[in-house]
């Protein structure tokens, strides 16, 4: 990894036609609109979904990360975001968001040790520790039996 700090960049533009169209270096680029709630079509990213599945990703790559340094074997991780949007002090903001962690681990694993990676994957998740609104983990645990 290298040294903090790190540096990130996007570019977006838009015309009074279009969403906004970007993304960053020679990835493909996206097009968002606003969400259904905000009069949106429905059929694109929104800028809000968008923050949730950073949210996702960060939590299962910090997942990863961590699981690989601890030898912990897993077999499959999802992880589904809900983010509140509400109006607080005059201001749209994410009052609540739930991170739901289903990880399947094989029989051999520790179930203790999987859920206690999994509550450290959220801990150092940057994308969560960013966020102000009340932040709410849940970790539900499948296990393989081998055959």
């Known amino acids: 990894m290298e040294p ?15 969403g906004p169209i970007g993304g960053t270096g020679d990835l493909p680029k996206i097009e968002l609109a606003p969400p259904v709630q ?3 079509p ?11 599945a950073s949210l996702s990703s960060c939590l299962i790559l910090s997942f990863k990360a961590i699981a690989r340094t601890s030898s912990l074997a897993w077999v499959n991780i999802e992880c589904r975001t809900r983010g509140t949007l509400d109006r607080v002090d005059g201001l749209n903001r994410f009052t609540e968001i739930l991170s739901e962690v ?29 966020l102000n609104g009340d932040k709410r983990l849940s970790c539900e645990l499948h296990v393989l039996n081998a055959l």
Request: proline share 9%; charged share 20%; net charge negative.
């Open 4 to 18: 903090m700090p790190h540096h990130y960049q996007v570019s977006f533009s838009a015309t009074p036609e279009s």
């Open 38 to 40: 905000f009069d949106g």
């Open 42 to 52: 429905g059929n694109q990213w929104s800028p809000e979904e968008l923050l949730m």
């Open 102 to 130: 289903v990880l399947t681990i094989p029989d051999t694993a520790q179930p203790e040790k999987a859920r206690r990676l999994v509550e450290k994957a959220e801990q150092t998740c940057f994308i969560a520790n960013s």
